[in-house]
């Protein structure tokens, strides 16, 4: 237990270089450079590829697409390689470093909502959390991206699409973890336990920050996404 608390700080580090590279917000950067306006003065205002595509058209918003996967994946590796770090110095198991990704991987999420350097106006998360899932678990990231886009060629309504596979990611990531990593004997329960702790941690704050989405989607007043730039 004495060694475990050695983790702390290593863990904090993991999680603040999660959210400062979180706090980068791509949506308002490349949609200032395309259009010399902020993105969040356009549709539902949210810092997201989504509204990128509204309000500065398809190139802009599969650049924030990518950057803003990039960045999360960035901090899961990062995070990685910190508590990698510090359980080599403390001769500890080196799967403790896993703990790196997850710290990472939330702070960053949180971060892309609550930019530092963009007065805490950010996005939904949705790409940012696709990323940490796919850097975690690419079969847990595989069912999500199913739900995700079964929902969509469904509806063609993005919001309700998030909102699916956020409602997914702890079930997927329990049912995989448990039946394929835990009963078999190659992880123990703490690995499930920890796993979908994080996952439905990120999954509530997805679907928090689509409140009003989930408002609309009732009254039926949600629109579905068109591929056009406004004009």
């Known amino acids: ?12 580090l993991s999680g603040l270089v999660g959210y400062l590279l979180g706090s980068i917000s791509f949506a308002v950067i490349l949609t200032k450079a395309f259009i010399h306006d902020d993105v969040r003065n356009f549709g539902s205002g949210n810092a997201g590829a989504t ?10 918003s ?8 990039a960045k999360c994946a960035a901090s899961v590796l990062i995070g990685y390689r910190i508590l990698l770090w510090a359980c080599e110095q403390h001769s500890m198991d080196p799967s403790y470093a896993r703990l790196g990704m997850y710290a990472a991987g939330i702070l960053c ?3 892309h909502m609550y930019p530092l350097y963009f007065g805490f106006r950010g996005g939904k998360g949705v790409v940012t959390t696709a ?10 990231f595989l069912v999500c991206f199913v739900a995700f886009f079964s929902t969509f060629f469904w509806k063609k309504i993005v919001s309700l699409s ?4 956020a409602i997914t990611y702890p079930i997927a990531t329990f049912l995989i973890t448990w039946f394929l990593d835990y009963l078999p004997g190659g992880f ?11 996952a439905a941690l990120a999954g ?12 609309r989607l009732i009254a039926g007043t949600e629109k579905p996404i068109s591929f056009k730039k406004q004009s």
């Open 1 to 12: 237990m004495g060694n475990f608390f050695t983790l702390i700080f290593p863990l904090l």
């Open 51 to 60: 509204n990128v595509l509204r309000a500065a058209g398809k190139k802009a």
């Open 62 to 69: 599969a650049l924030t697409f990518a950057c803003d996967f």
């Open 109 to 111: 999420i949180i971060g």
């Open 131 to 140: 990323a940490m899932m796919a850097m975690l678990d690419w079969r847990v």
């Open 162 to 165: 998030s909102v699916t596979a």
């Open 188 to 198: 123990p329960v703490s690995y499930v336990v920890m796993a979908t702790a994080v």
């Open 204 to 215: 509530f704050v997805v679907t928090i920050k689509h409140r009003e989405n989930i408002k």
